[in-house]
């Protein structure tokens, strides 16, 4: 059976309800569908399935003047939306959706910087070949490109290597529409508060519209997944980081074992991104037939993933990005990076010790330190530990059982997924968290970006 390192957790759907509603201008809202529209036609969801809403006004504004428009006339709570890929209801509310999905596309670029602005609306799985049409190509990428640019930066979506930081790193200077119907433009020189708070603001500051990304050259990568015992990775996870441009692993509990998937830079013209994604579902047959015996288990997976390695190549943004078929929910920290391997070993010999029925692979991941106020890795390298649970089985006792290992070694929940803390607990893991705060209430003081999750995440409320 073919496999490779994502096609295990691997789902290219896109949300039913993620559909923008292009090209109506009613209620005075250009962009924007009524209630007078049909439930289907306005509601939404999110990628997972969990969270849904029914907003009265749904936008999808063509260009900046619509988006301004949109937001000054609005009422009640505002949200933008991207792919809703977020297993966290960052989302809903019943009042303002805005989808900026038309405004998508590199705006211009600049050849000798190497950079490139791009609008926000741009999914990522279009603006790797729309850079390589003018000669550039991100530094570094998420594995999943579904995700609209703005989402993806909103939380700090990251992929893995060493010394490189998350999406939200690589933004040299981005436009902002605020509730109010302003546009700021902003960098490390102009705004540079707004510019610190924006590049990651769980959509709590306004709009991103327009966004500035420092790339490079197109570049080609070969990626290359081998089954290995856990031991042998968690005692060398730091060298088999330091040896590649790219490295992650995916531990597989109860058995012992785990997918290396390491990837370097490669000259040549070869292609081969062949995946399996049924390959998860040999897992949880394996564990359903035989999960009571541990050795038996781990003998049935070497047989559904097979024993030599499996090898992909091609273009730095098909080779990075991995499509999806399998559905699931995911709750995801990040520990300081010197901790992370004490932290996954913790986390396994629990699901041992324990019989914590989890299947699904869990992925560890590298990522730097930036200087992002509520990013991740603010001011710390990162590890990044993942723990999912396939979308028809109850998720909440396995990461209920896992989430208080996380807390012991400083972790920091990924904003777009589950997780349980609230302000006050998440307060003293930022040391920008007052100064975010400050720029929130500038930009923002009537709390019209707030849905009932912000309100608790970020500890504000709505004024009337």
Same mark, same amino acid.
């Given at each position: 059976?073919?496999?490779?390192?994502?096609?295990?957790?691997?789902?290219?759907?896109?949300?039913?309800?993620?559909?923008?509603?292009?090209?109506?201008?009613? +209620?005075?809202?250009?962009?924007?569908?009524?209630? @007078?529209?049909?439930?289907?036609?306005?509601?939404?969801?999110?990628?997972?399935?969990?969270?849904?809403?029914? =907003?009265?006004?749904?936008?999808?504004?063509?260009?900046?003047?619509?988006?301004?428009?949109?937001?000054?006339?609005?009422?009640?709570?505002?949200?933008?939306?991207? @792919?809703? &890929?977020?297993?966290?209801?960052?989302?809903?509310?019943?009042?303002?959706?805005?989808?900026?999905?038309?405004?998508?596309?590199?705006?211009?670029? +600049?050849?000798?910087?190497?950079?490139?602005?791009?609008?926000?609306?741009?999914?990522? &799985?279009?603006?790797?070949?729309?850079?390589?049409?003018?000669?550039?190509?991100?530094?570094?990428?998420? +594995?999943?490109?579904?995700?609209?640019?703005?989402?993806?930066? !909103?939380? *700090?979506?990251?992929?893995?290597?060493?010394?490189?930081?998350?999406?939200?790193?690589?933004?040299?200077?981005?436009?902002?529409?605020?509730?109010?119907?302003?546009?700021?433009?902003?960098? @490390?020189?102009?705004?540079?508060?707004?510019?610190?708070?924006?590049?990651?603001?769980?959509?709590?500051?306004?709009?991103?519209?327009?966004?500035?990304?420092?790339?490079?050259? =197109?570049?080609?990568?070969?990626?290359?997944?081998?089954?290995?015992?856990?031991?042998?990775?968690?005692?060398?996870? +730091?060298?088999?980081?330091?040896? &590649?441009?790219?490295?992650?692993?995916?531990?597989?509990?109860? *058995?012992?074992?785990?997918?290396?998937?390491?990837?370097?830079?490669?000259?040549?013209?070869?292609?081969?991104?062949?995946?399996?994604?049924? @390959?998860?579902?040999?897992?949880?047959?394996?564990?359903?037939?035989?999960?009571?015996?541990?050795?038996?288990?781990?003998?049935?997976?070497?047989?559904?993933?097979?024993?030599?390695?499996?090898?992909?190549?091609?273009?730095?943004?098909?080779?990075?990005?991995?499509?999806?078929?399998?559905?699931?929910?995911?709750?995801? $920290?990040?520990?300081?990076?010197?901790?992370?391997?004490?932290?996954?070993?913790?986390?396994?010999?629990?699901?041992?010790?324990?019989?914590?029925?989890?299947?699904?692979?869990?992925? $560890?991941? $590298?990522?730097?330190? %930036?200087?992002?106020?509520?990013?991740?890795?603010?001011?710390?390298?990162? !590890?990044?530990?993942?723990?999912?649970?396939?979308?028809?089985?109850?998720?909440?006792?396995?990461?209920?059982?896992?989430? =208080?290992?996380?807390?012991?070694?400083?972790?920091? =929940?990924?904003?777009?997924?589950?997780?349980?803390? %609230?302000?006050?607990?998440?307060? %003293?893991?930022?040391?920008?968290?007052?100064?975010?705060?400050?720029?929130?209430?500038?930009?923002?003081?009537?709390?019209?970006?707030?849905?009932? &999750?912000? *309100?608790?995440?970020?500890?504000?409320?709505?004024?009337?």
């Amino acid at each position: 059976m073919r496999w490779t390192r994502r096609a295990l957790i691997r789902d290219a759907m896109i949300s039913a309800g993620l559909v923008t509603l292009p090209g109506f201008r009613m +209620d005075g809202l250009p962009g924007a569908a009524s209630a @007078a529209e049909s439930e289907d036609a306005i509601a939404w969801k999110n990628w997972a399935g969990d969270y849904a809403c029914h =907003p009265r006004l749904r936008a999808a504004p063509q260009d900046e003047a619509e988006l301004v428009e949109v937001l000054r006339n609005a009422t009640g709570t505002i949200r933008p939306v991207g @792919a809703g &890929h977020s297993f966290s209801p960052l989302v809903p509310c019943e009042d303002t959706l805005i989808a900026c999905d038309q405004m998508s596309g590199v705006i211009g670029f +600049d050849a000798e910087a190497m950079q490139a602005e791009v609008w926000a609306g741009t999914r990522l &799985h279009e603006l790797g070949p729309a850079l390589e049409g003018v000669g550039q190509a991100l530094i570094n990428q998420p +594995d999943i490109d579904d995700q609209a640019l703005g989402g993806a930066l !909103a939380t *700090s979506t990251h992929g893995t290597g060493k010394g490189m930081g998350s999406l939200s790193s690589y933004v040299t200077g981005l436009t902002l529409a605020t509730p109010a119907g302003d546009l700021i433009e902003c960098d @490390a020189d102009r705004d540079a508060e707004v510019f610190h708070a924006a590049r990651c603001s769980l959509g709590s500051l306004g709009v991103v519209t327009r966004v500035r990304m420092q790339n490079r050259k =197109p570049y080609r990568l070969r990626e290359t997944t081998t089954l290995v015992p856990m031991d042998e990775l968690l005692a060398q996870a +730091d060298a088999l980081r330091d040896g &590649h441009r790219h490295m992650e692993f995916m531990a597989l509990p109860h *058995s012992g074992l785990g997918l290396l998937i390491t990837t370097d830079e490669i000259e040549g013209d070869e292609v081969e991104l062949a995946e399996d994604p049924q @390959a998860v579902y040999g897992l949880r047959e394996a564990w359903d037939a035989v999960g009571q015996d541990g050795d038996v288990y781990r003998q049935a997976l070497m047989q559904v993933l097979g024993g030599a390695s499996e090898v992909r190549q091609g273009p730095s943004h098909r080779v990075l990005a991995h499509d999806r078929f399998v559905r699931f929910r995911e709750m995801e $920290y990040t520990v300081p990076a010197d901790q992370g391997p004490a932290c996954l070993a913790e986390i396994l010999e629990t699901i041992e010790r324990e019989q914590i029925p989890v299947i699904f692979p869990i992925e $560890y991941r $590298y990522v730097s330190a %930036d200087d992002v106020w509520l990013s991740m890795f603010n001011d710390r390298d990162g !590890a990044t530990i993942s723990i999912h649970e396939f979308v028809d089985e109850d998720h909440r006792p396995v990461f209920d059982a896992i989430e =208080p290992i996380f807390w012991r070694y400083g972790g920091r =929940p990924h904003w777009g997924k589950w997780h349980s803390l %609230d302000a006050a607990r998440l307060k %003293d893991r930022y040391a920008h968290w007052d100064d975010f705060a400050k720029v929130r209430d500038r930009l923002d003081p009537k709390g019209k970006m707030l849905n009932a &999750h912000l *309100s608790t995440v970020l500890g504000a409320e709505k004024r009337a």
